[in-house]
């Protein structure tokens, strides 16, 4: 494990090398802490989904690293028998294409809900909803720093629990 800079307001980001996040981890740690926990599930360093959770069990989730995570939630079709054959071909890119538009029309109600879990949190976010919409339609080579910038650009003063392999709780 190992702890990212603490950011100010008390909390602390931890970063989990090894293991797999499992989502009712999120609740323990919410439950623990009695205060509102976010952590990215971070795969490869090329994508993460964000989920955050209040104390009342209300919660949100977003992917970053929208293309990656188009490639990797594309429903293959039935009659596919080889996989590898299928991602080298144009139905392949066409339906990247069309999870990443369902994915990109998700952003603006992701985005609100970030603010509103920011707003449970007591946290008062440093910036608007547009700029939220950037950062989560924004392309990193490694997810953990997009993470960063939105944890930095999102929360202001004390950020949202990294986790998954990161893991932000507040005090």
Known sequence: MQEWPSRPGGWQTLQLEQGIWEDEYLSTLVEWTGAPACVA?????????????DINGNRWQAWLNLDNAAALLVEEPEDVDDVSLWIATPEFEEAIGHKRAE????????????LVW?????VHAAAQQPRIEELLRAR???????????????????????????????P
């Open 140 to 170: 990193e080579t490694f997810v953990e720093e997009l993470f960063d910038a939105l944890l930095t650009s999102r929360f202001h003063e004390a950020g949202c629990p990294a986790g998954g392999q990161e893991s932000r709780k507040c």
């Open 103 to 114: 994915l990109d029309a998700e952003v603006p109600a992701d985005a609100e809900g970030a």
């Open 118 to 122: 920011a707003s449970a949190a007591g």
């Open 41 to 53: 599930d971070v795969s490869d360093s090329s994508i993460a989904l964000v989920t955050g959770l």
